[in-house]
């Protein structure tokens, strides 16, 4: 399996086969998916089969696990792709089990893929959207350095838009080499 970022909390990994229970546990509990479209099983073993599969696109971007690096614990999911409404835009999600809500973890993960984004994918924005009503994932993208920029239809729904830009962007990293 491939790490994308690890910090001292946090390691954000592709998923193996296996772990495609994780993310449909985590899609059934009704806390969890308050603020996002619910999926059936079914939609969420398709989002699991493309996410094993975009590793291998080599873009580096797709839909990955969050983990517990002490104990390998589920932490959640996230993505960092282009966006399904509007692929010429890069978005950030994310996930997370209910038992690790209030940790600060939704904004040290929105973080290390802001920087990974930057960093090493050489992408220039990033934005992500949330429910009006979700304030908790507002503030998340807030104290990530994202900026309100309105609302947005995504996703089927009128949602909450931000965004932030690469103070300084850097060549790509296919141009680099």
């Known amino acids: 399996m491939n790490i994308i970022v690890q910090t001292p909390r946090l390691i954000i990994r592709e998923f193996v086969p296996e772990e495609e229970i994780l993310l449909l546990e985590l899609y059934r509990d009704e806390r969890v998916t308050q603020y996002v479209n619910k999926r059936s099983d079914e939609d969420v073993k398709k989002q699991f089969a493309e996410a094993l599969s975009q ?12 983990f517990n690096p002490d104990d390998n614990d589920f932490i959640g999911v996230c993505i960092l792709k282009p966006a399904d409404s509007d692929p010429t835009r890069i978005e950030l999600g994310y996930v997370l089990t209910a038992k690790y809500w209030g940790k600060g973890l939704a904004t040290e993960l929105s973080r290390a893929l802001i920087f990974y984004g930057f960093e090493d994918k050489g992408v220039t924005e990033i934005c992500a959207c949330t429910n009006p009503e979700n304030i908790a994932s507002q503030n998340v993208l807030l104290k990530a350095g994202l900026q309100r920029n309105g609302n947005i239809f995504w996703h089927g729904a009128d949602l909450t838009f931000f965004r932030i830009e690469n103070a300084s962007p850097k060549s790509s990293p296919k141009e680099r080499t």
């Open 55 to 66: 590793w291998q696109d080599g873009t580096g971007f797709g839909r990955w696990g969050v």
